[in-house]
């Protein structure tokens, strides 16, 4: 009972997260494609079909990463976390500005998209033995890597260079094309410390 509901709690927590604005920080956003790039760049394997494959995957990559970047709204949120008495002694909030992201259904669907794409090359390229207990394992370890970002860096994760392509090439064209589309994000991505006033109108067109 104990397990079940463990599961249950982590799925719930993945798809809520995606429907909230979070933090838009470098950890996720830069450090899991840079990990995943050079555990393929480690295990890769040259041949003219591996190179096939992976100009293939980057193109996948890049259509879904377009499609979920292009339905992502981001905005500059300002939150007073303290504050300070001036001369009168009142008190006057200091304000964090803090760039956030919210992915919604349509990352979800892209995030389906590169799962099941990952099930289809473990049948059929790593010839593994698709079960029900397989998909699920497979759902539950890439929806527990999105929630615990560490979890991506255990010993256990991926084995073959495919795998680990999929994900880099996935992960960093969100990254760059969500650069691309937004000046908050692309601030913030690219270390760059001013923020212009433009949330509200990166709103108006993400509906």
């Known amino acids: 009972m104990f397990i079940p509901l463990i599961v249950a709690i ?11 604005f979070s933090a838009i920080r470098w950890i ?16 890769f394997t040259w041949s003219p079909l591996n190179v096939l494959l992976t100009v ?13 970047t292009a339905h992502t709204q981001v905005r500059l949120e300002e939150t007073g976390s303290q504050y300070f008495r001036d001369a009168n002694g009142q008190e006057v909030p200091i304000y964090r500005k803090v760039v956030t992201a919210q992915g ?3 990352y979800l669907y892209g995030w389906l998209i590169i799962l099941v794409l990952q099930i289809v090359i473990e049948g059929t390229y790593l010839h593994e033995v698709l079960t029900v207990d397989h998909v699920f394992e497979a759902t539950y ?10 979890y991506r860096f255990s010993g256990g994760r991926h084995s073959s260079w495919i795998l680990w392509g999929l994900t880099a090439f996935s992960s960093l064209s969100y ?9 908050l994000a692309n601030r ?20």
């Open 175 to 183: 990254t760059l094309l969500l650069a691309h589309k937004s000046p």
């Open 104 to 106: 919604g259904r349509h």
């Open 10 to 20: 982590v799925f719930i927590k993945f798809i809520k997260d995606q429907f909230e």
């Open 141 to 150: 370890k890439e929806v527990l890597a999105d929630v615990l970002i560490f």
């Open 56 to 68: 293939g995957l980057i193109l996948v990559a890049y259509l879904v990463g377009h499609y979920q």
């Open 188 to 207: 913030v991505l690219f270390g760059k410390k001013k923020y212009q006033h433009v949330a509200e109108n990166e709103d108006r067109n993400a509906h």
């Open 28 to 43: 996720s956003y830069w450090f899991i494609p840079i990990f995943c790039l050079y555990q393929f760049a480690r295990t």
